[in-house]
């Protein structure tokens, strides 16, 4: 079985450009959870989608949006990118919104802003 | 604010050797904890979790002891192998009330000694 997929792998950018980032859950999947994870730390929520509709913010600002699609792929998007923008973006998948399922991450996709 | 810490950002153990990695929570609504292996370059991996009505769990080689008086989280790896090295982060969930977040701790580097 194909697990969580990302794309692209890995993304150069300049600062206050726009990106967006895909992740294609596992199947039977419907909730996509988006992660920042800057170099040597642990992955930080950014948001988490369940049924196209968002169920869960972190602490990022408004530049951070993001959208699940009725095949229950995600993206996210970031706006106005900034230096400290400049981390491994993952998404993990899970069967449903609530904690009773193990989550699964992707390989994540690995952005630098210049 | 309160978070998920670890007690050791590197471990370094000897092939066949039994390792605990720990981590210390602070937030008594957790009730859903979950341990990952992270290998260079790739997403984190689910290894064990477990549910806050529960205080052991057990899998192929790793064992999850969760001590809710001291709001303290083990992951035992029995006969380590040089496979196991990697960084390995403990999540929680503080559950619905909080946005479905799954918080992580910096993580903990281990290495494996042939």
């Known amino acids: 079985d194909a697990g969580v997929t990302q794309s692209p792998t890995h993304l150069i950018k300049t600062r206050g450009q726009q990106v967006t980032l895909r992740c294609s859950p596992i199947s039977g999947h419907k909730s996509v959870s988006w992660y920042q994870q800057v170099l040597g730390q642990g992955p930080q929520f950014i948001f988490q989608y369940y049924e196209k509709e968002e169920r869960g913010r972190g602490n990022f600002p408004d530049r951070f949006s993001a959208r699940q699609f009725p095949n229950y792929s995600s993206e996210l998007n970031v706006n106005a990118l900034l230096l400290g923008d400049s981390a491994l973006y993952l998404c993990a998948s899970r069967w449903d919104r609530f904690s009773s399922y193990e989550q699964y991450f992707g390989p994540g996709t690995r952005l630098t802003v210049t | 604010g309160e978070s998920v810490g670890l007690h050791l950002p590197t471990l370094s153990v000897q092939e066949g050797d039994n390792s605990i990695i720990n981590c210390a929570y602070s937030?008594?609504?957790?009730?859903?904890f979950i341990w990952y292996k992270q290998e260079s370059g790739k997403g984190p991996q689910f290894i064990i979790d477990i549910r806050s009505n529960m205080d052991k769990r057990q899998g192929q080689r790793v064992t999850v002891l969760l001590n809710k008086t001291v709001k303290h989280l083990s992951l035992q790896i029995a006969a380590t192998q040089p496979g196991d090295s990697a960084v390995y982060f403990c999540a929680e969930n503080i559950g619905l009330s909080n946005n479905n977040d799954m918080r992580f701790g910096a993580g903990t580097r281990l290495t494996v000694k042939p």
């Open positions: 937030n008594s609504a957790s009730d859903y």
